[in-house]
């Protein structure tokens, strides 16, 4: 996924361009494109789990018993 221009405003650029992490771009596009509330009490990370653990960007990450 390509950043959206706000995002790529908003992305933190590493030191090591191998560093970078497609899963923080696709959270801040999903935050940028208003998909997910930047309050957690309306969309925790559990419910953001739920509902976009099967894009690609989620390939072999795992979360926790606890969000």
């Given at each position: 996924?390509?950043?959206?221009?706000i995002a790529?405003?908003?992305?933190?650029?590493?030191?090591?361009?191998?560093?970078?992490?497609?899963?923080?771009?696709?959270?801040?596009?999903?935050?940028?494109?208003?998909?997910?509330?930047?309050?957690?009490?309306?969309?925790?990370?559990?419910?953001?789990?739920?509902?976009?653990?099967?894009?690609?960007?989620?390939?072999?990450?795992?979360?926790?018993?606890?969000?």
């Open positions: 996924m390509a950043l959206n221009p790529k405003d908003a992305a933190i650029v590493p030191e090591d361009a191998n560093e970078v992490n497609p899963l923080r771009g696709f959270i801040l596009n999903l935050l940028v494109e208003r998909k997910i509330p930047v309050e957690s009490n309306k969309m925790g990370p559990k419910v953001v789990w739920e509902t976009y653990c099967d894009e690609n960007e989620f390939e072999g990450w795992e979360h926790g018993d606890k969000f």
